[in-house]
C-alpha cells in the first residue's frame, strides 16, 4: 500500500487548504484513514480520522473542530483534509495514514501558516 498527500502550501492566517491523500494497493473494505501533523521540536499528533465500513464514522481533534473537514471519494482512492480559519498553531507537516492490519503512512506535505 502507498499513499501520497498532496496540497500543501504557504497561506495567511484565516485562509484555507485542501489536502489530498491517495493511496494505492489492496486493501479491505473496512479500514481507517486519518491526518496528522508534526511540527518541528513537538510530538506527532492526530488531527482527523474517517473510518470506513458498514458504517462512515469520524474523528476530530478538539483544536480542529469545526475548522477541518476529513472526506473521502471511494473512486478516487482518495482522502480529503478541507482546512478553513486556518491559524499559526496548525504549521506543521501533515501526514496521512491508512490503518488496516498494519499502517502505512505517507511522506507528508508541508502546511505553513503566517
Known sequence: VQLVESGGGSVEA????????TFSGSIPS????????????????????????????????????GRFTISRDNAKNTVYLQMNSLISEDTALYYCVILVAASYWGPGTQVTVS
Not at 484565516?14 to 491523500?21: I, T
Not at 501533523?37 to 469520524?58: L, M, S, Y
Request: a positive charge.
Open 14 to 21: 484565516g485562509g484555507s487548504l485542501e489536502l489530498s491523500c
Open 30 to 65: 473496512s479500514y481507517c484513514m486519518a491526518w496528522f501533523r508534526q511540527d518541528p521540536g513537538k510530538e506527532r499528533e492526530g488531527v482527523a480520522a474517517i473510518f470506513i465500513g458498514r458504517r462512515t464514522n469520524t474523528w476530530y481533534a478538539d483544536s480542529v473542530k
